[in-house]
């Protein structure tokens, strides 16, 4: 008894020591989870290790069948170059990351982080983990896109803070934008639930629907994986007393609805010259909203996205004695994300070349061997 408790605190040691990075396009694969824990194992990056198959079991907490079939889908898919046992050892050739991802016809291996290797041996929590780092990814391209709009002054006196200051990470200290104690410009108020704004607070984050398309996967899936990482996030809801015309217009059935400059002076309001177009048109079952300009962005173009609309009613509420509208989350950010650009550029490259190859190899009858068309279809 003594000598199997040693083992298990021993490989717990181990895993807890090893780090490894995961790809999003890959990672939903059911032999990934071994194909990264034989990355991780080899640290010389020989590109072969030899492991018991006990160990691996151990490891991954399947049967022998089960490590094989593994190891019999990855070869497949070139993750694995070979295998073969000796005395009650496997010996594994690990395929690189470029043949893996040709094999699969993927034109990018999504996003790259790096985590520990416990976290990812069991299904589950591999494709958790993914979920979680595509989240992290979206939002900061969300940031980046809200940012980028703005003239450089105003981005650097009332930008879109980061995440973690917004979910209340920095305490006690000054972040780059606001002052010890201080809530963010343009915040109101954060509860446990809820990231109260005002309407020119420049609004990011990502939604659960974006991440199931990026992903492959349904919205219960991605609901599911966060629920397991446990991830913290709030609803960024933005105020405007113009929502309350909106969502009248709404629940009156109205197909198309803008409050202009001209409708503020009627109703006694006063016309603000910076007041641009904020309304909405229904097209079918999917409804463009149009919220007006950001302020201090670079043009004056209103700003419009596509929103459903069996949701878009359920997106306006009232909250004391002002109107809200519910937007995207904001996330936690706790993984460290690499770019990996060098090797993106190489793999690239690569496929231009091949694809090239495949065009002239098409005018003989021969299938190009880059389809990106199959990128979700390959995702399982």
């Known amino acids: ?103 699969l016809h993927l034109k990018s291996w999504g996003t790259t982080a790096t985590v520990l290797l416990v976290e990812i041996l069991d299904l589950l929590g591999i494709r958790a983990t993914a979920t979680a780092t595509q989240t992290q990814r979206s939002q900061q391209q969300s940031r980046y896109a809200a940012n980028s709009k703005l003239k450089p002054d105003y981005r650097r006196e009332f930008g879109a803070p980061l995440p973690n200051e917004l979910l209340g990470e920095i305490i006690g200290g000054a972040s780059h934008k606001k002052e010890a104690g201080k809530l963010p410009p343009f915040v109101l108020h954060i509860s446990p639930s809820r990231i109260w704004v005002s309407k020119n607070f420049v609004h990011f984050g990502t939604s659960q629907r974006n991440l199931a398309l990026t992903l492959g996967v349904s919205e219960c899936t991605v609901k599911r994986h966060q629920r397991v990482m446990q991830m913290d996030r709030r609803q960024l809801c933005q105020k405007k007393q113009t929502y309350m015309w909106i969502s009248t217009a709404w629940d009156n059935e109205a197909p198309e609805y803008y409050h202009d400059r001209a409708m503020l002076k009627a109703a006694g309001t006063g016309g603000d010259q910076s ?106």
């Not at 999917?286 to 209103?302: A, I, M, Y």
């Not at 909250?319 to 996330?331: F, P």
């Open 1 to 103: 008894m003594l000598p199997l408790l040693v083992a298990k605190i021993s490989s717990q040691v181990i895993l807890n020591s090893l780090w490894v990075r995961v790809h999003t396009g890959i990672s939903f694969y059911t032999w990934s989870r071994l194909w990264y824990l034989c990355r991780a194992f080899d640290v010389a990056g020989t590109g072969y290790i030899e492991l018991e198959i006990a160990a691996i079991q151990a490891f991954l907490c399947c049967s022998e069948a089960t490590v094989y079939r593994l190891l019999l889908e990855g070869k497949q898919c070139k993750a694995f170059r070979f295998y073969r046992t000796k005395n009650g050892s496997l010996q594994i050739g690990i395929g690189s990351l470029f043949k893996v991802c040709r094999s």
């Open 275 to 380: 007041f641009k177009v904020i309304g909405y048109k229904q097209t079918g079952d999917t409804v463009r909203f149009t919220d007006g300009v950001t302020l201090g962005s670079k043009k004056q173009s209103p700003n419009k996205w596509d929103i459903p609309a069996a949701e878009f009613g359920q997106r306006f509420f009232k909250y004391g004695s002002d109107y809200w509208m519910n937007r995207c989350n904001i996330y936690r950010e706790t993984y460290q994300l690499t770019t990996m650009r060098a090797s993106a550029r190489k793999y690239r490259k690569m496929l231009t070349r091949q694809g090239l190859e495949g065009n002239s190899q098409s005018s003989t009858g021969e299938p190009s061997q880059v389809d990106g068309r199959r990128v979700q279809a390959a995702i399982t």
